[in-house]
């Protein structure tokens, strides 16, 4: 079988680029990275030499740490540094030394340099007191830093350092601005001066702010007379824009501590307001620095009237457009993975709209569809994905009126569709929802309706909903979570809250019954957590929640259809509201949600493992034997350069052979085969390669070689055969599972 990665490789060679060292490094566990930059407390350079504009913001994260992120074709993308500093503070770029410079203010004031690789701490002979709310920028033309300002404990400061990249010193002008913190200030590369705008001047009354315009030539103060002046302000971002010689600022808190979105530009002697087309909401504290490859200011996060923003804008001189919303602001979210698109979906309430808002995440950024119908707002729906109509189904949930719903609807792409079956479960909101690759169905349990909570299975087989009555049933319940395990053909549910106290329990429905699982470890009791299923490493995925005492919860957990087991290691801190989906193309979890009372909202991605995978996909059909199955033999797993040993099980007693057919290409979904004389049979993947496999009865044993090329590590492969038996339903043969391997 090793012709078949022959000719794969050989594909790879002119589609895929790998990078050798990825393939060489040790295996080690699944990591989280966070998606998306963090909006705190941000710092934004552009690095001219190696052209990046680099953008450093504090974690959300319990262990404070700098994040370091740069922008490509109009998408941050997270580096990770060896060293970093503790936090961050005023930031810019020295390109006498190609290095960016960041000053931390407290405890005591510390210079940290990066080099495009890595953070190091500077060591001076002197260095201003220790200090908050201070101004940083790079005088190009003298080739050294500027600090001005801030305060300290003395108070309000209003002197100015200047650093070499050696050393600080102290610099005297006779006639220096006035005390103040928070100002803008930036050079102007073309009048070689050092430009400061407002600022505050007092700790105690925010809403003592300054309007006036001072310039440092490198040696002394002096004050530019305006007729035409912005409002006073403070916490006002601003930089130069090299191409069209003018300072650009942009926001600050006035006088009455409210946030700005104006534009000034000053061209030296004279303040100009811009009328833009468009413009960012209101903010303060924003960083904000020029490109100077794209000929553009860029804008990033600060404060506003919704709390810290994480944004992205960019001003052409004449007006605002803002790049790719990368941190969507959400509530009450659900999320799915769209196998037939290769993205992942949400649905989350718009309180600023009737409609809720539809959006997709590609893996870099996350994107507003704009569907011409959509549901209304809703908290406490289900959310799943139903792979055989390539749709996502939304059902019930609460509207803001607090009225519960039992509207179903579908969204199929592009657009949202209300279905409207004749039965449906009675108006709920807290239910748990999952889709049945192998019966082709919605199964959905439990919620909380107008009366009580519910211990309800209903059945959606896209056109009807239908009430089932195993003999057995979880406890009434509502804030539990459920998914499919497709390796093992049962839907998985878990915790939820029974009207008294959070639940632990884990169980299993195969679409007849309800059986309760006992393992021998298990997430504390929860509810209003979040799940997905990993279908290359057969895994149920659980994060966060909330406790016995309403606490939110951080943890992580996985389940293997045996037992639970708690997965160490750092990641994302407790949310509210968390939504996990599995983005099934490239192989990661996707997790969004926010700090519980936080506004802002982060996107997590949990890396696939850099080792070798192989996963059961499905059910087969029955034959005269049995249902076909599909394993390899011990657990082997698919590393590149050896004899993977697979497993054909429950063939025919007699002699006969067997087709294995081989795919490179991801199934969407299960298909029916009952045309092809397989009634009840379910082809898992679309076969690229087959071979004909004689065998004795019983059973039978392959060996797939699986050579060492580079080219193929990381290939998803997938297997299914078809047993040829006259015994079986159709008189022609049965199908097996189908199985996922990933090659390393």
């Not at 087989?461 to 195993?470: E, F, L, S, T, V």
């Not at 839907?491 to 059986?515: I, Q, R």
Request: charged share 20%; hydrophobic share 40%; net charge negative.
């Amino acid at each position: 079988m090793a012709g078949f990665f022959t000719v794969c490789g050989a594909r790879h060679r002119w589609t895929s680029v790998l990078v050798v060292a990825t393939w060489l490094s040790p295996c080690v566990a699944q990591q989280w990275q966070q998606a998306v930059p963090g909006g705190s407390n941000a710092q934004l350079v552009h690095d001219v030499v190696r052209d990046r504009t680099r953008l450093f913001a504090l974690a959300s994260t319990s262990v404070p740490h700098v994040e370091n992120w740069y922008l490509a074709a109009d998408v941050w993308r997270q580096r990770f540094p060896p060293t970093l500093p503790p936090c961050t503070g005023p930031a810019t770029y020295d390109l006498g030394h190609a290095r960016t410079v960041m000053v931390l203010g407290r405890p005591q004031l510390a210079t940290w340099e990066f080099d495009g690789t890595n953070w190091s701490r500077a060591t001076t002979a002197a260095a201003p007191s220790a200090r908050a709310d201070f101004c940083l920028a790079y005088d190009l033309a003298r080739m050294e830093v500027v600090l001005f300002g801030g305060f300290d404990m003395r108070g309000v400061c209003n002197d100015t350092w200047i650093y070499d990249g050696t050393n600080w010193r102290q610099l005297t002008s006779v006639n220096a601005p006035p005390a103040r913190l928070s100002a803008a200030m930036c050079f102007d590369v073309a009048r070689s001066v050092t430009v400061l705008f407002g600022g505050g001047t007092s700790l105690q009354d925010p809403g003592l702010v300054l309007d006036d315009t001072w310039q440092f030539d490198g040696t002394a103060w002096s004050q530019i007379t305006v007729a035409m002046k912005p409002p006073a302000r403070t916490g006002a971002a601003a930089t130069c824009d090299v191409w069209r010689n003018q300072t650009v600022m942009f926001g600050g808190f006035d006088a009455r501590t409210q946030p700005l979105h104006d534009t000034w530009t000053l061209d030296g002697t004279k303040w100009t307001p811009c009328q833009p087309a468009h413009q960012p909401p209101e903010r303060a504290f924003a960083a904000m620095t020029y490109d100077w490859t794209n000929r553009r200011t860029l804008l990033f996060g600060g404060f506003g009237h919704g709390g810290e923003s994480s944004d992205t804008w960019a001003f052409d001189g004449v007006d605002w457009s803002q790049l790719r919303d990368t941190a969507p602001t959400t509530c009450d979210a659900a999320m799915v993975g769209d196998r037939a698109h290769d993205r992942v979906l949400m649905f989350s309430s718009n309180k600023e709209a009737a409609v809720a808002d539809t959006l997709a995440w590609d893996g870099v950024d996350w994107r507003l569809l704009r569907p011409t119908t959509s549901p209304p707002n809703r908290s406490g729906h289900c959310l799943v994905y139903d792979a055989r109509r390539a749709r996502a189904l939304l059902f019930g949930g609460m509207d803001p009126d607090e009225r519960l719903c039992a509207d179903t609807w579908a969204f199929e792409g592009t657009d949202w569709r209300q279905l409207r079956p004749s039965t449906a479960p009675a108006p709920r909101a807290g239910a748990a929802m999952a889709y049945d690759d192998d019966r082709d169905r919605i199964v959905l349990f439990g919620g909380g309706t107008a009366t009580a909570l519910v211990d309800e299975t209903w059945e959606f087989d896209g056109a009807q909903w239908q009430r089932r009555r195993p003999r057995q049933s979880p406890a009434a319940r509502n804030g539990a979570c459920m998914v499919y395990d497709l390796a093992r053909s049962r839907a998985v549910l878990f915790g939820g809250n029974d009207g008294v106290a959070s639940l632990g329990d884990t169980w299993e429905y195969d679409g007849a019954d309800w059986v309760l699982v006992a393992t021998a470890a298990s997430p504390p009791p929860r509810q209003l957590h979040t799940m997905s299923y990993d279908r290359h490493r057969a895994r149920t995925v659980l994060f966060g929640g909330q406790s016995i005492v309403d606490d939110a919860l951080d943890d992580l957990w996985e389940y293997d259809g045996r037992s639970w087991t708690a997965v160490a290691g750092p990641g994302p801190d407790a949310m509210n509201s968390a939504a996990l989906a599995y983005d099934a193309r490239r192989r990661r979890q996707v997790l969004h949600g926010g700090p519980p009372g936080a506004w802002q909202r982060q996107t997590w991605e949990r890396l696939p493992p850099m080792a070798a995978t192989f996963a059961r996909c499905g059910r087969g059909c029955p034959g005269s034997a049995g249902v076909p199955t599909l394993d390899t033999v011990d657990g082997q797993l698919p590393w590149l350069g050896t004899t993977l040993q697979l497993q054909l099980g429950e063939l025919p007693l007699g002699p006969g052979f067997a087709i294995l057919g081989v795919a490179f290409e991801p199934s969407r979904a299960a298909l029916p085969h009952d045309a092809a004389g397989l009634p009840g049979c379910l082809r898992w993947i679309v076969p690229e390669f087959d071979r004909v496999i004689a065998h004795g009865g019983t059973a039978a044993t392959v060996a797939m070689r699986i050579p060492f090329d580079p080219l193929l590590h990381g290939l998803e492969v997938g297997l299914q055969f078809v047993s040829f038996d006259p015994g079986a339903p159709g008189g022609v043969g049965a199908l097996s599972n189908g199985a996922l391997l990933v090659l390393r």
